[in-house]
């Protein structure tokens, strides 16, 4: 094959094609897959090596140099105004967006809430030392809450020696001590007060905490949490429970109502659970799958700062004294959408997620 006079003749004839067609036919008739050129590349598997090696790279050249001119002549610009066809009216693509996950919206509603009241936003880590999970919040070794909190212990070779704990003056781990995945989110509690002066109130803005328990529809392994605290001289339940309030006021809406029922948690005296009128049924149906016809729904647990806590973090409890709560981030969003299953969360359910 006479490569320099192919090259020669396919030069001309592509100047001559001045429109989509004539070019198209152009690429078709020197680099398409029956082209001259393209029959005697692959007509180079039954020839001798010494000739591949000699035509091989002359004709590979020639076409490499042919698709070269080839793209400029479509691409630099050679296509005629009356040629070029582009649908200025077609409609666009629609790209698809992604959604947030519904505990994520929950989240952020919350949280705005209650920075508008003057809530601080503190964040802490996901492993944690018995110290700040238990000991400090009033739940030492022998106190049986323990063993109501399926705890996820770690087994930390580094931590076998004694490890002095930052924030804490002159305190340090003995050799042995345990760390865990947090049960709740009150260790941030010990954390902020460690590091703030009162009066101040605060909420946790990370909330996820881990209990090794079996899932069913109200319950996962994964929980999320928002944990608040308000600590000064003359707070009182009776600030808890209007802070409390207008939080589900602006939650909820203005037609929801609260309650306060008395309860016990070590870290706090006197502790209540609160709950909230069903969103569902408003407590008019006995068969509401929300509330299971009780016409309320159970979605946090507070009280007073109990005097033991204050003293962890050497705050005079005559002094200082300050309302704790914690809200299930799950349970309130299950309440506020009406979902009947807490594992729809986490199932990675696109036709879930979509829905928000």
Known sequence: MNFELLKQTALADLEKASDDVSREAWRVKYLGRKSDLSLFLRSLAEKTDQEKRALGPQANA?????ELRFHGAVVG???RPETFRFDVTQPGVKHETGHLHPLTLVSRDILRIFVSMGFDVATGPEIESAYYNFDALNIPAWHPA???????WLDLPELQKPLPERGQTGYQYPAGYKFL?????SPIQIRYMETHKPPFRMV?????????????????????????LMIGTDVSIATLRSVIHDFFRGFFGPDVAMRMVPSYYPFVEPGVDITVSCVGCKGKNRACKICGGLGWLEVAGAGMV????????ALDPKKWQGFAFGFGVDRLAMTKYAIDDIRLFMSGDERFIRQF
């Not at 020639?62 to 042919?66: I, P």
């Not at 990370?206 to 944990?227: I, P, S």
């Open 77 to 79: 610009g050679r296509y």
């Open 146 to 152: 323990r063993e109501t909190m399926d705890t996820m």
């Open 204 to 228: 946790v803005g990370d909330g996820r905490a881990f209990r090794n328990e079996a899932t069913d529809a109200r319950h996962e392994f994964q929980l999320n949490q928002l944990e608040g």
């Open 306 to 313: 109990h005097p033991n806590v204050l003293k962890a973090v």
């Open 62 to 66: 020639l076409r490499k140099e042919l």
């Open 181 to 185: 995945l947090r049960t709740h989110t």
